[in-house]
């Protein structure tokens, strides 16, 4: 799947192109978690939006149930969009209408699809509250009125409203305090438990991700370079991009330095050939500049266990620290 759009300022005949998302290819299980990481502008957010419909990809198919969504009818897409994804966005103080009270925000998916009776309608949001664990009272107040915890439990509770198969939530915690944070992430992993629900969940914060998530996708320059099982990506990812980002990550009990990357930022309008990570990789050669690396998987696991895009490969073994050493440039090595 490719998605591409053009960059800001660009001309009309001959547009710049943002290259958003390159060869994205991803399957998600029923009741699976897929956790998506990688730095700022890497796509996770875009591929996001894709799997929801608000873009389309500029080539390739997003298949639900085995069905390509954009070769159906448009009044079916909606519906069926609409009924079997639900999206959790980032900001719950700008995702929801200020003007509406929770009962009405909650009861929109349902009148929109016209799910059951008036009286049925209100008892699913009577439901709903008692399923984010909100008391009754809340449905008469306004969005402005909830402090920021109970608004994400609201938006939440309204992506769940008509039921869906595959939940998508794209940081859904960055806005929101730290003390708070904690209680939405085990409400997420609570209701996936109970409903049996597939979820995408994209956070810039790694290790949240790895907690959350049955399967974690890295991602660079809107290619998924790795995806591997949560258990293994911390300490056995094969991708050096994924080793440095975990890497990265602060550590109390056993702090290390990460792994450094060096080496100019490459662009999405203008992405170096080959491997696009090269540019900042310490084991990069003429041959990734050549050509970008299809997925390889090791040796006795299953076809998207775990498989990554490297043409040299950290050994699973490899610890932090001698990446770290291999990493450091000669002249700063002590």
Known sequence: MHLSYPARGSGRLRPTLVRALVGADLTIAPGETVGVVGESGCGKSTLAKVLVGIERPSSGTILHRGRDLWAMPAAERRTTLGTEVGLVFQDPSTALNRR?????????????HRRGTPAERAARVRELLDLVGLPGHVADALPGQLSGGQRQRVAIARALALRPALLVADEPTSALDVSVRAQILNLLL???E????????????IQTVRRMSDRVVTMYLGRIVEEAPADRVTGHAR?????????ATP???APIEPIPLVGPLPSATRPPSGCPFRTRCWKADQR???SMPDFQGEAGETPGGHRFRCHHPVAAEETTQQLVAQATPAEERP
């Open 239 to 247: 991708h050096p991009y994924t080793r440095a980002l975990f890497s």
């Open 194 to 205: 109970e409903l049996g629900l597939a979820m995408l969940f994209v956070s810039h914060d």
């Open 288 to 290: 990734c500049a050549e």
């Open 100 to 112: 509406l009270p929770v009962h009405r925000l909650l009861r929109d998916p349902l009148d929109v």
């Open 190 to 192: 609570d209701l996936r």
């Open 251 to 253: 550590g109390l009990l």
